[in-house]
Protein backbone atom coordinates (compact mmCIF):
# COMPACT_ATOMS: atom_id res chain seq x y z
CA UNK A 1 0.00 0.00 0.00
CA UNK A 2 1.00 3.71 -0.54
CA UNK A 3 0.86 6.47 1.24
CA UNK A 4 -1.25 7.96 -1.77
CA UNK A 5 -3.99 4.69 -1.39
CA UNK A 6 -4.28 5.51 2.76
CA UNK A 7 -7.74 6.58 3.98
CA UNK A 8 -7.56 9.14 6.75
CA UNK A 9 -8.57 6.49 9.26
CA UNK A 10 -5.80 4.81 8.10
CA UNK A 11 -3.62 7.91 8.41
CA UNK A 12 -4.81 8.37 11.78
CA UNK A 13 -3.94 5.06 12.96
CA UNK A 14 -0.60 4.87 11.57
CA UNK A 15 0.01 7.73 13.53
CA UNK A 16 -1.17 6.71 16.62
CA UNK A 17 1.00 3.51 16.46
CA UNK A 18 4.08 5.40 15.69
CA UNK A 19 3.46 7.73 18.94
CA UNK A 20 2.85 4.42 21.27
CA UNK A 21 6.02 3.51 22.70
CA UNK A 22 5.74 -0.27 22.44
CA UNK A 23 4.76 -0.59 18.90
CA UNK A 24 7.39 -1.17 16.37
CA UNK A 25 8.22 -0.22 12.71
CA UNK A 26 7.40 -4.02 11.87
CA UNK A 27 4.09 -3.62 13.11
CA UNK A 28 2.73 -0.53 10.86
CA UNK A 29 4.60 -2.42 7.86
CA UNK A 30 3.31 -5.18 8.26
CA UNK A 31 -0.05 -3.76 8.65
CA UNK A 32 -0.42 -1.00 6.25
CA UNK A 33 2.90 -2.18 4.27
CA UNK A 34 5.02 1.50 5.25
CA UNK A 35 8.28 0.62 6.06
CA UNK A 36 9.95 2.95 8.11
CA UNK A 37 11.29 5.25 6.07
CA UNK A 38 7.64 6.30 4.85
CA UNK A 39 6.05 6.34 8.25
CA UNK A 40 8.51 8.88 9.14
CA UNK A 41 7.23 11.13 6.12
CA UNK A 42 4.23 10.70 6.73
CA UNK A 43 4.75 12.11 10.19
CA UNK A 44 6.65 14.57 9.01
CA UNK A 45 3.66 15.76 6.38
CA UNK A 46 0.92 15.29 8.78
CA UNK A 47 1.99 16.55 12.07
CA UNK A 48 3.08 20.33 12.96
CA UNK A 49 6.56 20.69 12.76
CA UNK A 50 7.11 21.33 16.33
CA UNK A 51 5.46 18.17 16.83
CA UNK A 52 7.33 16.11 14.08
CA UNK A 53 11.01 17.04 16.11
CA UNK A 54 9.25 15.84 19.32
CA UNK A 55 8.36 12.45 17.83
CA UNK A 56 10.92 12.19 15.64
CA UNK A 57 13.38 12.94 19.14
CA UNK A 58 11.11 10.70 20.90
CA UNK A 59 11.54 7.74 18.61
CA UNK A 60 15.23 7.68 17.33
CA UNK A 61 16.60 6.54 20.56
CA UNK A 62 13.65 4.26 21.66
CA UNK A 63 14.63 0.39 20.66
CA UNK A 64 11.84 -0.70 21.10
CA UNK A 65 10.38 1.28 18.16
CA UNK A 66 12.75 -1.59 16.06
CA UNK A 67 11.86 -5.26 17.18
CA UNK A 68 15.54 -6.19 16.47
CA UNK A 69 16.34 -4.06 18.63
CA UNK A 70 13.85 -4.57 21.60
CA UNK A 71 13.89 -6.91 24.89
CA UNK A 72 10.87 -6.88 24.95
CA UNK A 73 9.41 -10.00 24.33
CA UNK A 74 5.82 -9.70 23.42
CA UNK A 75 5.31 -6.11 24.07
CA UNK A 76 3.00 -6.11 26.80
CA UNK A 77 3.74 -6.12 30.42
CA UNK A 78 2.40 -7.59 33.16
CA UNK A 79 1.97 -6.78 36.48
CA UNK A 80 3.45 -10.10 39.42
CA UNK A 81 -0.30 -8.68 41.01
CA UNK A 82 -1.95 -9.17 38.07
CA UNK A 83 -3.21 -12.89 38.79
CA UNK A 84 -4.90 -11.62 41.81
CA UNK A 85 -6.89 -9.29 39.64
CA UNK A 86 -10.07 -10.29 38.44
CA UNK A 87 -13.13 -8.50 36.66
CA UNK A 88 -11.46 -4.99 37.15
CA UNK A 89 -11.52 -5.73 40.49
CA UNK A 90 -8.57 -6.24 43.47
CA UNK A 91 -9.50 -9.45 45.14
CA UNK A 92 -9.50 -9.16 48.86
CA UNK A 93 -6.61 -10.43 50.59
CA UNK A 94 -7.15 -12.32 53.61
Known amino acids: MTQSELTAEDIDRIIEMAWEDRTPFEAIELQFGLPESEVIK ?3 REMKASSWRMWRA ?3 GRATKHRAKSAVDD ?3 K ?3 QRSISFN ?3 KRG
Open 42 to 44: LMR
Open 79 to 81: STR
Open 58 to 60: RVQ
Open 75 to 77: GRF
Open 89 to 91: KIA
